[in-house]
């Protein structure tokens, strides 16, 4: 029972402590009735482009020095890996700078097309 009982607490933590699947929740307030209105129709949009299988919306701001001061999933692409993704390739992207004081804020949506593995027999196979 003591053994089943750490296991228990253990869990949780382990989860929480960086998993490759686990995204924080976002510290950016909830959008707007407007903002998501617009949100869906360009969620729709997108998924409508040739190729194009989930669409994720990642929020940030960028400091007057140019960094990322804030990151967060506004809306998932419903694929964990695909949002860790996006929000890696947010971080390595290079911004311009804020004006003196201030932060920029930004919504962005990023899509994701489906990839298939497509297997190619070996000449004289049958």
Same mark, same amino acid.
């Given at each position: ?9 253990? #869990?949780? #933590? ?7 699947? $686990?995204?924080?929740?976002?510290? $950016? ?9 617009? *949100? ?21 701001? %960028? ?7 804030? %990151?967060? *999933? ?15 390739? %947010?971080?390595?992207?290079? $911004? ?23 297997? %190619? ?6």
């Amino acid at each position: 029972m003591k053994r089943l009982l750490i296991c228990l607490v253990a #869990l949780p #933590l382990t989860a929480w402590a960086g998993q490759d699947d $686990f995204i924080a929740p976002s510290a $950016f307030p909830p959008l707007s009735d407007g903002v998501t209105a617009a *949100v869906n129709k360009t969620e729709a949009t997108l998924l409508k482009q040739a190729g194009v299988a989930r669409v994720g919306f990642y929020q940030f701001t %960028i400091d007057d020095k140019g960094k990322l001061a804030k %990151i967060g *999933v506004a809306r998932s692409s419903g694929d964990a890996t695909d949002d860790d993704e996006a929000i890696a390739a %947010i971080e390595a992207t290079p $911004f311009d700078a804020a004006p003196a004081g201030k932060q920029t804020y930004h919504l962005i949506p990023i899509r994701f097309t489906a990839q298939e593995t497509i297997y %190619i027999p070996p000449a004289g196979s049958k």
